[in-house]
């Protein structure tokens, strides 16, 4: 089974957003009413509500009648039911993982151009990635780092340790190809996967003998 990733747009008209809006638990509606930014309130129905209509597709059921246990490090999952998922928003997009019963962890960033990335990668990257970075040109730095950052959350992610596992945790090694090398992260693989201009984006999944296909598929808003 292949590794599906689907990308989501979260900027939709206001009528979709009421609509949506009912497809959420009250948790994940408290939440979205404690945005100081509206904006950042409405991406999140946006993207939650999305990620409950591609489960509820996917299990045959309605979005509202997906409920989400957390295991003990806060990663989300559906207890009792043959499918891993994992969700990523920023911006305007959104991306989610899926694969019947390996765990799975996706990450999605926007590259922001003024920034002091060598700096950023010394203070949380392990030392070879530093090196590599800085051996970038100038003018690839930004993307080169946010490359490196998708992979290491992408798994922390998936791994359901968060970013409290610390960065250094896992050096990734890229190179011509999507398929990242992950070290000090045995038992997972990686893939750099393609995002919208401007954006990074990659996906990690606990590996197996028969490497699964990755998928990914840019889907149109829901009614």
């Not at 747009?9 to 994940?28: G, K």
């Not at 999140?44 to 309605?62: M, N, P």
């Not at 009792?80 to 799975?104: D, I, M, Q, T």
């Not at 250094?168 to 992260?185: I, K, N, Q, S």
Request: charged share 25%; hydrophobic share 50%; with cysteine.
């Amino acid at each position: 089974m292949a590794v599906e990733v689907f990308g989501l747009q979260l900027d939709v008209d206001a009528a979709r957003r009421a609509r949506w809006s009912a497809w959420l638990s009250a948790h994940e509606r408290a939440r979205v009413a404690r945005y100081v930014d509206a904006r950042h309130g409405e991406r999140y129905l946006a993207a939650h509500a999305q990620l409950r209509w591609l489960l509820g597709r996917r299990l045959g059921v309605t979005p509202e009648a997906i409920e989400f246990e957390r295991a003990t490090k806060g990663k989300p999952f559906l207890p009792g039911l043959p499918l891993r998922f994992n969700l990523s928003h920023c911006r305007e997009f959104a991306l989610v993982a899926l694969h019947p019963r390996l765990e799975v962890g996706v990450d999605l960033e926007w590259i922001a151009a003024r920034r002091d990335w060598l700096a950023l990668a010394r203070r949380f990257f392990t030392p070879g990635e530093s090196d590599w970075l800085a051996a970038r040109p100038a003018e690839d730095q930004a993307r080169a780092f946010c490359r490196l950052w998708t992979c290491k959350e992408a798994w922390m992610k998936a791994d359901g340790r968060g970013l409290g596992a610390g960065l250094r945790t896992v050096a990734v090694h890229l190179g011509d190809r999507l398929a990242p090398e992950l070290t000090g992260a045995p038992g997972w693989r990686a893939r750099e996967l393609a995002a919208p201009p401007d954006y990074a984006a990659a996906v990690v999944w606990a590996a197996q003998p028969e490497e699964p296909e990755v998928k990914l598929a840019w889907l149109a808003p829901p009614p």
